[in-house]
């Protein structure tokens, strides 16, 4: 792995996972055999029009698109050289309320079916009449056009997990935080996971499936503002919260670069207070043109507040 790549100097500099998960409370994610190019549903060879069509759809409903695809690299083949690929193609629409969330799914024959779904609906918490999908989603970045740290380093990881979850990994497009490749979005929960290897991967799969989280690569809960997400994770590892449903957020509010939020937890109320920490400029990605600072969470406060 070169030196130069984002994600090697990324974990040179020890930049911080916690509160980096994009934020998005729904997503839409949509089979596509490949290739992506460098913008997925910009460049992908889907029907005139469409993938322009689902970005405006989904930017209006503030519904997180991605591009999905099987490990099994015969499916892209077939779509480069033009030779058969499966008719259908599988969706799924998820809500990521930490305790309201749901995920669904379907097989459509044409993929401009996306558009008769109600973004909107789904963004509010609403069914959008698919089929409810029981076992989680585990999608993994792989797209390299887009950083070539999410090819070399998801590949390998998307293959070692879909060896033992053939039927919930799969391959998607740019999850965010490129410098933190390998990442992970789980559906249900909305979770993502950054620097993972072959090896880890599997290990934090079996710990979902055990309905707890993995700290140690966990980035936050997508539903949440990343100050948020930062305010969790150092709640759950002072007090060593490992269930999935441990952590419930009761209030939020901002004060210039410092954000206060509470959570209940083990049985009590606690207030965490976190400080935005802007670094040097760097370049956060490989294809970076220019160096920015990157953004991390510095814990201020971390306290049992009275009983309300």
Not at 292 to 307: C, N
Request: proline content about 7%; aromatic content about 6%; hydrophobic content about 40%.
């Amino acid at each position: 792995m070169s030196a130069e790549r984002c994600s090697a100097r990324s974990l040179e500099r020890g930049d911080p996972l916690a509160g980096t998960a994009s934020p998005a409370k729904a997503f839409l994610l949509l089979e596509d055999a490949g290739p992506w190019g460098v913008k997925a549903l910009r460049d992908a060879r889907l029907p005139d029009g469409l993938g322009h069509e689902i970005l405006r759809r989904c930017a209006e409903a503030r519904v997180r698109p991605l591009l999905i695809r099987r490990q099994d690299p015969g499916h892209f083949r077939a779509r480069a050289t033009g030779s058969a690929v499966p008719t259908h193609r599988r969706v799924f629409a998820a809500y990521v309320h930490p305790r309201d969330g749901f995920v669904e799914t379907s097989s459509v024959g044409d993929p401009r079916a996306v558009l008769d779904l109600d973004l909107l609906g789904l963004r509010a918490g609403r069914s959008v009449g698919l089929d409810p999908e029981p076992g989680p989603v585990f999608a993994v970045c792989t797209q390299g056009r887009h950083d070539v740290c999410c090819a070399e380093r998801g590949r390998p990881v998307a293959a070692a997990l879909a060896a033992v979850e053939p039927e919930a990994t799969w391959q998607a497009s740019h999850l965010g935080g490129d410098r933190f490749a390998a990442n992970l979005l789980v559906l249900d929960g909305g979770l993502c996971y950054g620097r993972l290897d072959p090896e880890t991967v599997v290990s934090v799969a079996e710990t979902h499936r055990a309905r707890r989280v993995d700290l140690d690569h966990l980035r936050g809960r997508a539903f949440w503002p990343m100050p948020v997400q930062a305010a969790e994770i150092a709640l759950r590892t002072e007090l060593g919260l490992l269930g999935l449903d441990g952590v419930e957020l009761r209030t939020r509010r901002r004060e210039s670069d410092t954000w206060t939020s509470t959570f209940a937890a083990a049985s009590r109320r606690w207030e965490v207070v976190v400080r935005a920490r802007r670094s040097a400029p760097v370049r956060l990605t490989c294809h970076a043109d220019r160096a920015q600072p990157s953004l991390s969470w510095d814990l201020v406060r971390l306290s049992p507040t009275p009983s309300s």
